[in-house]
């Protein structure tokens, strides 16, 4: 089956726990990490992504937008989920 | 390939703190084939089709937000010029009639504005669109989500003098007939009308277009002011670089979630209008991208200059972003709908004769401002006259949306409520052109339109 890659972009202040918390939702979902990076940004914002798989999971989107929209909350941090095509599109020529 | 975090980050970052999103996402509809000999089946007709498309692509259109994590704002419909479909129906309580059924069709879908209420006048008035402007402050003040336009004059035609002739006193009783004169908000009279304008109050379904097509509105002034603001000591050609690098990147946006959603929806894609579109969100205005330029308040010496950099940017960072660049594609300067307008109204900055002159170099048109009420209707003709020979001469798109509110006189303030927000009434010239204005006809075509 063809890999279906969306970033969870994670921005915020960096805390404990903001990768273990995720990671283990992801699994639970049957969703698989291929990548992960983070980098403080200029302007003091903590900024992580996330590249995963999500071919194999039976979650819908809209639900897993919002439990991650409640763990970013948890995690006092701002939790996006979005297709990786966006990024090609807007980043790549 | 792969994507790092800061381009990750540059563009959550655009969605999250600087207002990017799609603004409108608008499926034009052929009406044609609904016409029928039996009003009442005709009626019927118009509503099923307008409300099941209207239906699906709300609902597509809701998954792509969520697959892309960025707001698609408004879903809307515009349909073929409804003069042209009741031309065998033409009495004014079927106008009426159908208005009343485009607005519940809307309503019933979710649908906020439902365009194309309107006509092509350019070159002179059938008796179907003559009866569409007698019957226009009813239907402007008897339904919500309508939305009304004439094509009065282009650079083909010249400017149809007669029939802006007949829209001061229209737009007065409008203004009468509707709570704080909002009926006028949904009207705009254009020259060189684009066909597949997504934007409202002015889009409609042009009859070169096929039965159904998907329009896409990007936004972005607030991206774009964030990197004005990073690069406040650079030139004007690196100015122009840096925002034609971040207007290419937001169409292409647009041009994914179109070019998906009409796939979707199994349509023609059609058009990504590059205007940058103002709303009254904080941070999202356009007056403040001219205002990060270096102007204290536009509307000042030097804003025109401005606009036509920044217009100028945007197209070319536009053009190659999409396939199919089209409708507007102009930078718009509603005074209602954008904080930085309102603030440089009431500042003294900003008066109409200064935004007529912003108009010609590229916004679309005079946009969202109000007037005394007592302005006579004839000084509105000339305003309307005006602008729309700056689009005639120039061979580009101008229209104008102006609200002649009563009992207001310059400085005080109308509220329209929600996206159409708050404006200050501006004053007009107190001097006649009532004269010129009744000699009526047609201005010929210009020069510039013999190209063949």
Redesign the interface.
């Known amino acids: 089956m063809k890999k279906e890659l969306l970033f969870i972009t994670v921005i915020g202040k960096d805390t404990k726990g903001i990768v273990a918390k995720i990671s283990n939702y992801l699994y639970r979902h049957d969703i698989n990490i291929e990548d992960i990076s983070q980098r403080i940004m200029g302007e003091g914002y903590f900024v992580m992504t996330m590249l995963v798989d999500m071919q194999d999971t039976k979650t819908p989107l809209d639900k897993l937008t919002k439990e991650l929209d409640k763990i970013g909350n948890s995690l006092g941090v701002n939790i996006q989920l979005q297709h990786e095509n966006i990024f090609k599109m807007m980043h790549r020529i | 390939?792969?994507?790092?975090?800061?381009?990750?980050?540059?563009?959550?970052?655009m969605?999250?703190y600087h207002n990017l999103d799609i603004r409108t996402t608008t499926l034009g509809i052929n009406l044609k084939d609904c016409i029928h000999s039996d009003f009442k089946t005709f009626k019927h007709n118009v509503y099923q089709k307008v409300r099941t498309k209207a239906v699906k692509l709300i609902g597509e259109a809701k998954?792509l937000e969520?697959?892309?994590?960025?707001p698609i704002v408004n879903k809307r419909i515009a349909v073929t010029p409804v003069s042209l479909i009741m031309e065998s129906h033409c009495t004014k309580s079927k106008y009426l009639q159908m208005a009343k059924t485009l607005d519940r069709a809307a309503a019933d879908a979710g649908v906020d504005f439902i365009g194309g209420f309107g006509a092509l006048v350019q070159k002179g008035l059938t008796k179907s669109d003559s009866m569409l402007i007698e019957v226009l402050p009813d239907v402007l003040s008897q339904t919500r989500r309508v939305c009304s336009f004439l094509n009065v004059g282009s650079t083909a035609a010249g400017l149809n003098l007669d029939a802006v002739n007949l829209l001061g006193a229209m737009l007065k009783e409008t203004a009468q007939k509707s709570k704080n004169a909002v009926g006028c908000a949904k009207f705009v009279v254009f020259s060189n009308a684009p066909e597949d304008n997504p934007f409202m109050a002015g889009a409609f379904h042009g009859v070169g277009e096929p039965d159904i097509t998907l329009n896409i509105g990007i936004s972005g002034p607030g991206v774009v002011k964030s990197v004005v603001e990073k690069n406040s000591e650079c030139d004007l050609t690196e100015l122009s670089e840096i925002i034609k690098r971040t207007v290419f990147?937001?169409t292409?946006?647009g041009?994914?979630v179109g070019r998906e959603l009409a796939a979707v929806l199994k349509i023609p894609f059609g058009i990504v209008d590059i205007s940058l579109a103002s709303t009254t969100a904080t941070g999202d205005s356009v007056a403040n991208v001219i205002e990060a330029f270096g102007i204290e308040h536009v509307g000042t010496h030097g804003s025109t200059l401005a606009v036509a950099l920044l217009m100028d940017a945007v197209k070319k960072g536009g053009a190659m972003a999409s396939g199919n660049v089209g409708g507007l594609s102009g930078t718009f300067i509603p005074v209602s709908e954008d904080t930085g307008m309102i603030e440089a109204v009431k500042k003294g900055a900003l008066g109409l004769d200064k935004l007529e002159a912003l108009t010609a170099v590229c916004s679309v048109g005079l946009d969202m401002f109000a007037i005394p009420g007592d302005t006579p209707p004839e000084t509105i003709n000339a305003i309307i006259a005006d602008e729309l020979a700056i689009g005639i001469i120039n061979n580009k798109t101008t229209g104008v949306r102006v609200v002649p509110a009563p009992g207001k006189k310059a400085g005080d303030q109308v509220s329209f409520g929600g996206l159409l927000g708050t404006v200050p009434v501006m004053k007009v010239n107190r001097f006649s052109s009532r004269e010129f204005l009744q000699r009526g006809g047609r201005l010929p075509a210009p020069l510039t339109s013999l190209r063949n």
Request: aromatic share 8%; no cysteine; charged share 35%.
């Open positions: 390939m792969t994507i790092s975090v800061d381009e990750v980050f540059e563009t959550a970052r969605i999250l998954k969520v697959k892309y994590g960025i990147k937001i292409r946006a041009e994914l």
